[in-house]
């Protein structure tokens, strides 16, 4: 397992129950919002369990997606029979059901009733997060969140409220969201804002987490969630965004497993501004940089779509093209991407010494 990837499972670890007991996973932010029949802001109180249902009330506070009006009690079921006391104030994704209305678990897996629900500040949301009626129901429910990570310390952090499941709303407030948390005086809440931004491409996010990563350390949540920003989220495939990723690439005052996220990203982009930073990396003393160098060459010139998130289900950024300028029959004999592209590196030296005048460099 990559490094990237152990810390974004170790923050999940974190927020899962204690014991030996299965993690819990993250529901999809974007099928609860259009699943549930009432979304609402409100306060849980007075438990009580029958079988494998706990039945309770939620004093309601704002109603984000529902006809029920605000400031009345609602009955609500949640079916399972795990330990919880029926108390907190939150978010709730609600279905309607003949005994009234069923818990749609923000969790799901091995909650307790304090999974069930997004905890969310009690009073109005904040100006910057206020909503009309008629905005969209991703948009409200996108400001109410935005509104308790900001309100929270920690939230953030809660699984399915990082990366891509947040971003999934697709909704203008997460932008908000991330350039609020990115100005944030903490590092922690600076470095989940600038990942969301550089996730959408956005180039001088990604300069300031270069320059504020020395400050963060390596074993946070926080850290894994910006590598893997860095590593398969951006892909801004302008000259400067280039530029930027390649000096991090061969910059070795900078953490390894930093480097290693910045590379894997350049190698998706493989634009001819990406080429003289990758082909430096042929020379680096780390495998896994090297493997990345000869990929992103190999994907130049045999003339390969840019990888991204979009495209890799489908695996179209694996699929040659009929033509390319450089495409030959070697290049694609020589073409490899991961683990295996390492075999290939004299190949790929020699082909950079051979083509780098006629590419401009």
Not at 34 to 53: C, P, V
Not at 64 to 78: E, F, L, M, N, S
Not at 209 to 228: D, K, Q, R, W
Not at 230 to 240: E, L
Request: hydrophobic share 45%.
């Amino acid at each position: 397992m990559c490094r990237t990837a152990f810390w974004i499972t170790f923050g999940l670890l974190l927020a899962a129950p204690s014991g030996f007991a299965p993690i819990f996973a993250p529901a999809s932010l974007v099928q609860l919002q259009q699943n549930a029949d009432l979304i609402l802001a409100g306060s849980a109180s007075d438990g009580i369990r029958a079988g494998d249902s706990l039945n309770f009330t939620i004093q309601v506070n704002r109603v984000v997606k529902g006809d029920i009006a605000p400031a009345t009690t609602i009955k609500a079921i949640w079916q399972s029979n795990n330990p919880g006391v029926a108390t907190g104030h939150g978010l709730w994704f609600l279905k309607r059901s003949p005994d009234g209305w069923s818990v749609l678990p923000v969790q799901s897996g091995w909650a307790q009733f304090n999974n069930i629900f997004i905890p969310v500040p009690t009073g109005p949301l904040p100006d910057a997060y206020a909503y009309g009626p008629a905005a969209s129901a991703s948009d409200k429910v996108a400001s109410e969140i935005s509104a308790a990570i900001e309100g929270i310390p920690g939230l953030g952090l809660l699984p399915g409220l990082q990366g891509g499941l947040l971003d999934q709303l697709n909704s203008p407030v997460i932008q908000v969201l991330y350039r609020r948390l990115a100005a944030s005086s903490s590092i922690q809440q600076k470095i989940l804002g600038l990942s969301g931004l550089i996730r959408s491409g956005n180039t001088p996010a990604l300069n300031s987490a270069i320059e504020a990563v020395p400050a963060i350390s390596s074993s946070t949540v926080e850290y894994g969630t910006l590598l893997l920003s860095i590593r398969d989220g951006f892909r801004a495939s302008d000259a400067n965004s280039a530029v930027i990723l390649g000096q991090a690439a061969v910059n070795t005052s900078l953490r390894l497993d930093f480097r290693q996220s910045v590379a894997h990203a350049l190698r998706g982009i493989h634009t001819k501004d990406a080429l003289p930073y990758l082909a430096a990396l042929l020379d680096d003393p780390d495998i896994e940089l090297q493997s990345e160098a000869v990929g992103g060459l190999a994907s130049f010139a045999n003339g390969l779509a840019i990888q991204t998130a979009a495209g890799g289900p489908s695996l179209s950024y694996l699929q040659l093209p009929d033509r390319a300028p450089y495409k030959t029959e070697d290049t694609v004999a020589h073409f490899a991407l991961g683990e295996a592209a390492h075999r290939y590196l004299s190949y790929w030296k020699t082909w950079w010494s051979l083509n780098r005048t006629a590419l401009g460099y």
